[in-house]
Protein backbone atom coordinates (compact mmCIF):
# COMPACT_ATOMS: atom_id res chain seq x y z
CA UNK A 1 0.00 0.00 0.00
CA UNK A 2 1.25 3.26 -0.96
CA UNK A 3 1.91 5.82 2.27
CA UNK A 4 0.11 8.91 1.80
CA UNK A 5 1.06 12.25 2.68
CA UNK A 6 -0.54 14.31 5.35
CA UNK A 7 -2.91 17.39 4.06
CA UNK A 8 -4.63 19.90 6.28
CA UNK A 9 -7.66 18.28 5.37
CA UNK A 10 -6.77 14.69 6.17
CA UNK A 11 -4.52 15.22 8.64
CA UNK A 12 -7.29 16.95 10.50
CA UNK A 13 -10.42 14.76 9.00
CA UNK A 14 -12.07 17.72 7.92
CA UNK A 15 -14.44 15.50 6.04
CA UNK A 16 -15.79 14.06 8.69
CA UNK A 17 -15.73 17.05 10.86
CA UNK A 18 -17.73 19.36 8.74
CA UNK A 19 -19.91 16.52 7.92
CA UNK A 20 -22.05 16.61 11.03
CA UNK A 21 -23.67 20.08 11.54
CA UNK A 22 -26.85 18.69 10.08
CA UNK A 23 -29.04 16.82 12.75
CA UNK A 24 -30.17 13.37 12.47
CA UNK A 25 -34.13 13.78 11.41
CA UNK A 26 -35.42 11.42 14.20
CA UNK A 27 -38.01 10.10 11.95
CA UNK A 28 -36.86 6.86 10.40
CA UNK A 29 -34.74 5.80 13.49
CA UNK A 30 -31.20 6.37 11.69
CA UNK A 31 -28.22 8.97 12.82
CA UNK A 32 -27.54 8.43 9.29
CA UNK A 33 -30.79 10.11 7.97
CA UNK A 34 -30.06 13.99 8.16
CA UNK A 35 -32.59 16.95 7.94
CA UNK A 36 -32.18 20.37 6.52
CA UNK A 37 -31.70 23.19 9.09
CA UNK A 38 -34.79 25.05 10.39
CA UNK A 39 -33.52 28.18 10.41
CA UNK A 40 -30.40 30.06 9.05
CA UNK A 41 -29.82 30.63 13.01
CA UNK A 42 -29.34 26.30 13.63
CA UNK A 43 -25.82 26.06 12.53
CA UNK A 44 -24.65 28.76 14.64
CA UNK A 45 -26.65 26.37 17.09
CA UNK A 46 -24.80 23.27 16.30
CA UNK A 47 -21.38 25.09 15.95
CA UNK A 48 -21.40 26.38 19.15
CA UNK A 49 -22.21 23.20 20.80
CA UNK A 50 -20.24 21.33 18.69
CA UNK A 51 -17.05 23.60 19.59
CA UNK A 52 -17.32 23.85 22.85
CA UNK A 53 -17.68 20.14 23.35
CA UNK A 54 -14.42 20.28 21.44
CA UNK A 55 -12.54 22.31 23.86
CA UNK A 56 -14.11 20.54 27.15
CA UNK A 57 -11.99 17.53 25.34
CA UNK A 58 -8.94 19.40 25.75
CA UNK A 59 -10.21 20.68 29.35
CA UNK A 60 -10.35 16.93 30.22
CA UNK A 61 -7.08 15.61 29.08
CA UNK A 62 -5.61 19.00 30.79
CA UNK A 63 -7.07 18.44 33.99
CA UNK A 64 -6.18 14.96 34.09
CA UNK A 65 -2.74 15.87 32.95
CA UNK A 66 -2.30 17.92 35.97
CA UNK A 67 -4.48 15.03 38.53
CA UNK A 68 -1.93 12.78 38.09
CA UNK A 69 1.57 15.10 38.12
CA UNK A 70 0.34 15.44 41.95
CA UNK A 71 -1.52 12.75 42.52
CA UNK A 72 -1.46 9.61 40.58
CA UNK A 73 -4.06 7.45 41.45
CA UNK A 74 -2.63 4.31 44.07
CA UNK A 75 0.76 6.73 44.98
CA UNK A 76 -1.34 8.87 47.10
CA UNK A 77 2.36 8.70 49.13
CA UNK A 78 4.42 9.92 46.36
CA UNK A 79 6.60 13.19 46.63
CA UNK A 80 5.88 15.45 43.85
CA UNK A 81 8.89 16.17 41.55
CA UNK A 82 10.10 20.00 41.72
CA UNK A 83 9.62 20.20 38.18
CA UNK A 84 6.09 18.43 38.12
CA UNK A 85 4.96 21.53 39.93
CA UNK A 86 5.41 24.16 37.20
CA UNK A 87 3.92 21.57 34.23
CA UNK A 88 0.80 21.00 36.46
CA UNK A 89 0.17 24.73 36.99
CA UNK A 90 0.33 25.20 33.29
CA UNK A 91 -2.32 22.70 32.81
CA UNK A 92 -4.58 24.14 35.09
CA UNK A 93 -3.58 27.64 33.79
CA UNK A 94 -5.06 26.57 30.06
CA UNK A 95 -7.84 24.35 31.85
CA UNK A 96 -9.08 27.89 33.09
CA UNK A 97 -8.10 30.07 30.26
CA UNK A 98 -10.39 27.46 27.89
CA UNK A 99 -12.90 27.93 30.29
CA UNK A 100 -12.01 32.03 29.86
CA UNK A 101 -12.12 31.60 26.15
CA UNK A 102 -15.70 29.56 26.23
CA UNK A 103 -17.59 31.90 28.71
CA UNK A 104 -16.75 34.87 25.86
CA UNK A 105 -17.76 32.65 23.64
CA UNK A 106 -21.66 32.95 25.02
CA UNK A 107 -21.73 36.67 23.08
CA UNK A 108 -21.97 34.58 19.76
CA UNK A 109 -24.90 32.85 20.41
CA UNK A 110 -26.43 35.81 21.92
CA UNK A 111 -26.50 37.18 17.99
CA UNK A 112 -29.16 34.92 17.72
CA UNK A 113 -32.85 36.22 18.43
CA UNK A 114 -34.58 35.01 21.06
CA UNK A 115 -37.75 34.44 18.63
CA UNK A 116 -35.18 32.88 15.76
CA UNK A 117 -34.22 30.51 18.42
CA UNK A 118 -38.20 29.44 19.21
CA UNK A 119 -38.16 28.57 15.15
CA UNK A 120 -36.57 25.37 15.98
CA UNK A 121 -36.25 25.05 19.90
CA UNK A 122 -39.31 22.69 19.47
CA UNK A 123 -37.28 20.39 17.42
CA UNK A 124 -34.73 19.64 20.10
CA UNK A 125 -36.82 18.57 23.22
CA UNK A 126 -36.23 16.87 25.61
CA UNK A 127 -32.44 17.36 24.73
CA UNK A 128 -30.41 19.58 26.53
CA UNK A 129 -27.07 20.98 27.36
CA UNK A 130 -27.88 18.85 31.02
CA UNK A 131 -26.79 15.97 28.85
CA UNK A 132 -23.70 16.91 28.16
CA UNK A 133 -21.60 13.82 29.39
CA UNK A 134 -18.16 15.99 29.19
CA UNK A 135 -19.64 18.35 31.31
CA UNK A 136 -20.60 16.11 34.13
CA UNK A 137 -17.13 14.00 33.25
CA UNK A 138 -14.89 17.48 33.86
CA UNK A 139 -17.06 18.22 37.57
CA UNK A 140 -16.38 14.52 38.84
CA UNK A 141 -12.74 15.01 38.08
CA UNK A 142 -12.43 18.22 39.36
CA UNK A 143 -14.17 17.25 42.14
CA UNK A 144 -17.84 18.52 42.76
CA UNK A 145 -19.05 16.28 45.65
CA UNK A 146 -21.72 14.25 44.37
CA UNK A 147 -23.89 14.75 47.95
CA UNK A 148 -24.12 18.65 47.24
CA UNK A 149 -26.35 18.09 43.28
CA UNK A 150 -28.93 19.73 43.00
CA UNK A 151 -31.50 17.16 41.69
CA UNK A 152 -34.58 18.57 39.70
CA UNK A 153 -37.69 16.08 39.86
CA UNK A 154 -35.87 14.03 42.51
CA UNK A 155 -34.03 12.56 40.00
CA UNK A 156 -30.10 13.18 40.02
CA UNK A 157 -28.57 14.52 36.62
CA UNK A 158 -27.80 10.95 34.89
CA UNK A 159 -31.47 9.51 35.09
CA UNK A 160 -31.62 12.77 32.41
CA UNK A 161 -28.78 10.45 30.34
CA UNK A 162 -28.82 7.27 28.12
CA UNK A 163 -27.04 4.41 29.68
CA UNK A 164 -24.17 4.25 27.73
CA UNK A 165 -23.37 7.40 28.28
CA UNK A 166 -22.91 7.54 31.81
CA UNK A 167 -19.66 4.80 31.45
CA UNK A 168 -17.47 7.70 31.56
CA UNK A 169 -18.99 9.30 34.66
CA UNK A 170 -19.18 6.03 36.22
CA UNK A 171 -15.37 5.44 35.27
CA UNK A 172 -14.24 9.10 36.57
CA UNK A 173 -16.26 8.56 40.04
CA UNK A 174 -14.14 5.74 40.87
CA UNK A 175 -11.11 8.04 39.78
CA UNK A 176 -8.99 10.45 41.84
CA UNK A 177 -10.55 13.97 41.85
CA UNK A 178 -8.25 16.65 41.17
CA UNK A 179 -9.27 17.98 44.15
CA UNK A 180 -8.11 14.88 45.90
CA UNK A 181 -5.28 15.06 44.39
CA UNK A 182 -4.49 18.72 45.60
CA UNK A 183 -5.64 18.08 49.02
CA UNK A 184 -3.69 14.80 49.48
CA UNK A 185 -0.87 17.00 48.01
CA UNK A 186 -1.47 19.54 51.03
CA UNK A 187 -1.62 17.12 53.20
CA UNK A 188 1.99 15.72 52.71
CA UNK A 189 3.29 19.02 53.65
CA UNK A 190 5.43 19.07 56.77
CA UNK A 191 3.88 21.94 58.03
CA UNK A 192 4.67 20.90 61.47
CA UNK A 193 8.28 19.67 61.15
CA UNK A 194 9.45 22.71 59.49
CA UNK A 195 7.11 25.17 61.59
CA UNK A 196 6.79 23.17 65.00
CA UNK A 197 3.28 24.58 66.41
CA UNK A 198 2.14 25.99 63.67
CA UNK A 199 -1.11 25.94 63.67
CA UNK A 200 -1.69 27.21 67.40
CA UNK A 201 0.95 29.79 66.30
CA UNK A 202 -0.99 30.90 63.76
CA UNK A 203 -4.36 30.88 65.41
CA UNK A 204 -3.18 33.05 68.25
CA UNK A 205 -1.69 35.63 66.14
CA UNK A 206 -5.06 35.38 63.95
CA UNK A 207 -6.94 36.11 67.12
CA UNK A 208 -4.63 39.38 67.71
CA UNK A 209 -5.57 40.26 64.43
CA UNK A 210 -8.56 40.15 65.02
CA UNK A 211 -9.01 41.89 67.87
CA UNK A 212 -7.02 45.04 66.12
CA UNK A 213 -9.71 44.76 63.75
CA UNK A 214 -12.57 45.34 66.25
CA UNK A 215 -10.76 47.47 67.95
CA UNK A 216 -10.55 50.08 64.92
CA UNK A 217 -14.31 49.46 64.49
CA UNK A 218 -15.11 50.07 67.53
CA UNK A 219 -13.67 53.53 67.34
CA UNK A 220 -15.64 54.07 64.17
CA UNK A 221 -17.61 57.41 64.79
CA UNK A 222 -20.20 56.42 62.00
CA UNK A 223 -21.79 53.44 63.86
CA UNK A 224 -24.20 53.24 66.33
CA UNK A 225 -23.84 51.10 69.32
CA UNK A 226 -25.96 48.15 68.06
CA UNK A 227 -23.76 48.80 64.76
CA UNK A 228 -20.51 48.43 66.85
CA UNK A 229 -22.36 45.49 68.44
CA UNK A 230 -23.29 43.15 65.79
CA UNK A 231 -19.59 43.62 64.13
CA UNK A 232 -18.18 42.66 68.11
CA UNK A 233 -20.02 39.66 66.91
CA UNK A 234 -18.23 39.41 63.43
CA UNK A 235 -15.47 39.35 64.18
CA UNK A 236 -15.63 36.90 67.18
CA UNK A 237 -17.05 34.38 64.74
CA UNK A 238 -13.97 34.96 62.46
CA UNK A 239 -12.03 33.65 64.87
CA UNK A 240 -14.38 30.37 66.04
CA UNK A 241 -14.17 30.15 61.55
CA UNK A 242 -10.68 30.59 61.66
CA UNK A 243 -10.25 27.64 64.48
CA UNK A 244 -12.79 25.18 62.95
CA UNK A 245 -11.15 25.96 59.41
CA UNK A 246 -7.88 24.20 61.26
CA UNK A 247 -9.27 21.55 63.78
CA UNK A 248 -12.42 20.16 62.49
CA UNK A 249 -12.63 17.58 59.62
CA UNK A 250 -10.81 14.25 58.87
CA UNK A 251 -7.22 14.29 59.44
CA UNK A 252 -5.73 14.89 56.12
CA UNK A 253 -8.72 18.12 55.41
CA UNK A 254 -6.99 19.38 58.54
CA UNK A 255 -4.01 18.61 57.77
CA UNK A 256 -4.51 20.34 53.85
CA UNK A 257 -5.95 23.37 55.65
CA UNK A 258 -3.11 24.03 57.78
CA UNK A 259 -0.61 23.69 54.66
CA UNK A 260 -2.25 25.99 52.69
CA UNK A 261 -2.37 29.06 55.07
CA UNK A 262 1.07 27.69 55.45
CA UNK A 263 2.11 27.58 52.10
CA UNK A 264 0.22 30.89 51.31
CA UNK A 265 2.01 32.93 54.49
CA UNK A 266 5.67 32.30 53.67
CA UNK A 267 4.91 31.89 49.72
CA UNK A 268 7.71 34.36 49.42
CA UNK A 269 10.52 31.43 50.46
CA UNK A 270 11.81 29.84 47.28
CA UNK A 271 10.66 26.51 47.65
CA UNK A 272 7.11 27.26 48.32
CA UNK A 273 7.01 29.72 45.27
CA UNK A 274 5.82 26.80 43.01
CA UNK A 275 3.32 25.44 45.60
CA UNK A 276 1.90 28.62 46.20
CA UNK A 277 1.55 28.96 42.15
CA UNK A 278 -0.23 25.60 41.97
CA UNK A 279 -2.48 26.60 44.72
CA UNK A 280 -3.66 29.78 42.60
CA UNK A 281 -3.92 28.00 39.65
CA UNK A 282 -6.09 25.29 41.09
CA UNK A 283 -8.15 28.82 42.54
CA UNK A 284 -8.17 30.32 39.32
CA UNK A 285 -9.52 27.09 37.49
CA UNK A 286 -12.47 27.13 39.68
CA UNK A 287 -13.23 30.95 38.86
CA UNK A 288 -13.16 30.52 35.62
CA UNK A 289 -15.53 27.09 35.64
CA UNK A 290 -17.63 29.39 38.08
CA UNK A 291 -17.83 32.34 35.39
CA UNK A 292 -18.65 30.08 32.72
CA UNK A 293 -22.21 28.48 34.32
CA UNK A 294 -22.96 32.29 35.35
CA UNK A 295 -22.40 33.55 31.90
CA UNK A 296 -24.22 30.63 30.70
CA UNK A 297 -26.92 31.26 32.35
CA UNK A 298 -27.06 34.91 31.93
CA UNK A 299 -27.12 34.02 27.82
CA UNK A 300 -30.59 31.48 28.61
CA UNK A 301 -32.17 34.01 30.71
CA UNK A 302 -31.96 36.25 27.75
CA UNK A 303 -32.62 33.60 25.20
CA UNK A 304 -35.55 32.20 26.87
CA UNK A 305 -36.55 34.28 29.86
CA UNK A 306 -38.01 32.27 32.29
CA UNK A 307 -39.13 29.62 30.01
CA UNK A 308 -38.75 26.01 31.42
CA UNK A 309 -35.88 24.21 29.74
CA UNK A 310 -35.83 21.85 27.20
CA UNK A 311 -34.25 19.34 29.09
CA UNK A 312 -37.10 20.17 32.05
CA UNK A 313 -35.49 21.78 34.47
CA UNK A 314 -36.75 25.13 35.83
CA UNK A 315 -34.15 27.03 33.72
CA UNK A 316 -32.54 29.54 35.13
CA UNK A 317 -33.87 29.26 38.55
CA UNK A 318 -31.40 26.18 38.26
CA UNK A 319 -28.34 27.37 36.07
CA UNK A 320 -28.26 30.32 38.37
CA UNK A 321 -28.37 27.77 41.90
CA UNK A 322 -25.97 25.07 40.17
CA UNK A 323 -23.74 28.06 39.77
CA UNK A 324 -24.12 29.84 43.34
CA UNK A 325 -23.79 26.26 45.11
CA UNK A 326 -21.40 23.80 43.25
CA UNK A 327 -17.84 24.95 44.30
CA UNK A 328 -14.65 22.59 44.24
CA UNK A 329 -11.66 24.35 46.54
CA UNK A 330 -14.42 26.45 47.97
CA UNK A 331 -12.95 25.72 51.50
CA UNK A 332 -9.82 26.72 50.45
CA UNK A 333 -10.80 30.17 48.62
CA UNK A 334 -12.85 31.22 51.66
CA UNK A 335 -9.53 30.58 53.91
CA UNK A 336 -8.52 33.68 52.23
CA UNK A 337 -10.16 35.56 54.60
CA UNK A 338 -8.33 34.34 57.76
CA UNK A 339 -4.43 35.08 55.90
CA UNK A 340 -2.63 37.09 58.04
CA UNK A 341 1.05 39.28 57.30
CA UNK A 342 3.83 36.85 57.83
CA UNK A 343 5.57 39.46 60.12
CA UNK A 344 2.69 39.12 62.46
CA UNK A 345 4.20 35.72 63.32
CA UNK A 346 6.62 35.62 65.91
CA UNK A 347 9.00 33.07 65.03
CA UNK A 348 11.81 32.05 62.54
CA UNK A 349 10.61 31.29 59.17
CA UNK A 350 10.03 27.77 58.28
CA UNK A 351 13.14 26.04 57.59
CA UNK A 352 14.15 25.09 54.30
CA UNK A 353 16.43 21.74 54.92
CA UNK A 354 12.54 20.08 55.48
CA UNK A 355 10.56 21.74 52.85
CA UNK A 356 13.72 20.73 50.79
CA UNK A 357 13.30 17.29 51.46
CA UNK A 358 9.50 17.42 50.47
CA UNK A 359 9.32 19.30 47.51
CA UNK A 360 12.95 18.14 45.88
CA UNK A 361 12.43 14.67 46.49
C1 LIG B 1 -29.74 29.10 23.01
C2 LIG B 1 -28.75 28.58 23.68
C3 LIG B 1 -28.91 27.81 24.96
C4 LIG B 1 -29.98 27.72 25.80
C5 LIG B 1 -31.33 28.40 25.68
C6 LIG B 1 -29.60 26.84 26.88
C7 LIG B 1 -30.44 26.49 27.93
C8 LIG B 1 -30.12 25.62 28.94
C9 LIG B 1 -30.99 25.25 30.02
C10 LIG B 1 -32.39 25.80 30.25
C11 LIG B 1 -30.33 24.36 30.79
C12 LIG B 1 -30.87 23.66 32.07
C13 LIG B 1 -31.28 22.23 31.78
C14 LIG B 1 -32.55 22.17 30.97
O1 LIG B 1 -33.64 22.20 31.54
O2 LIG B 1 -32.45 22.09 29.73
C15 LIG B 1 -29.04 24.17 30.21
C16 LIG B 1 -28.05 23.36 30.72
C17 LIG B 1 -26.78 23.28 30.21
N1 LIG B 1 -26.32 23.87 29.06
FE1 LIG B 1 -27.29 25.20 27.90
N2 LIG B 1 -28.32 26.44 26.70
C18 LIG B 1 -27.86 27.00 25.53
C19 LIG B 1 -26.60 26.87 24.99
C20 LIG B 1 -25.59 26.13 25.53
C21 LIG B 1 -24.27 26.00 24.98
C22 LIG B 1 -23.75 26.68 23.71
C23 LIG B 1 -23.60 25.16 25.80
C24 LIG B 1 -22.18 24.70 25.62
C25 LIG B 1 -21.89 23.44 25.51
C26 LIG B 1 -24.49 24.75 26.87
C27 LIG B 1 -24.18 23.87 27.87
C28 LIG B 1 -25.02 23.52 28.91
C29 LIG B 1 -24.62 22.67 30.00
C30 LIG B 1 -23.24 22.05 30.21
C31 LIG B 1 -25.73 22.53 30.82
C32 LIG B 1 -25.81 21.76 32.15
C33 LIG B 1 -25.59 22.77 33.28
C34 LIG B 1 -25.83 22.21 34.66
O3 LIG B 1 -26.48 21.17 34.85
O4 LIG B 1 -25.36 22.86 35.63
N3 LIG B 1 -25.68 25.37 26.67
N4 LIG B 1 -28.94 24.96 29.08
Not at 138 to 163: D, Q, S
Not at 256 to 273: D, G, K, M, Q
Amino acid sequence: MTKRSPSYHTYLQLDRLLDCQLPPSFETGSDLDTRELLHHEELLFIVMHQTIELWFKLVLADLEAARDLIGRPGERDRQVPEDDIPRACSYLHRGAELFRHLTGQFTIIETMAPLHFLSFRDQLIPSSGFQSWQFRELEVLAGLPEAERINFEGKPYFAHMEPERRAGIDRRMKEMSLREAVVDWLARTPVEEAFPGFVDTFLEAHARYIDEQAAHQARNPNLAPEQTAAIRGRFERAKDEARAFFREGDETLRRAHAAFVFISTYRREPLLRWPYALLERALEFEEHFRLFRFRHARMVERMIGLRVGSGGSTGVEYLDATAGKYRIFGDLLHSVSYLIEGARLPVEPPRPDILRFRYQG
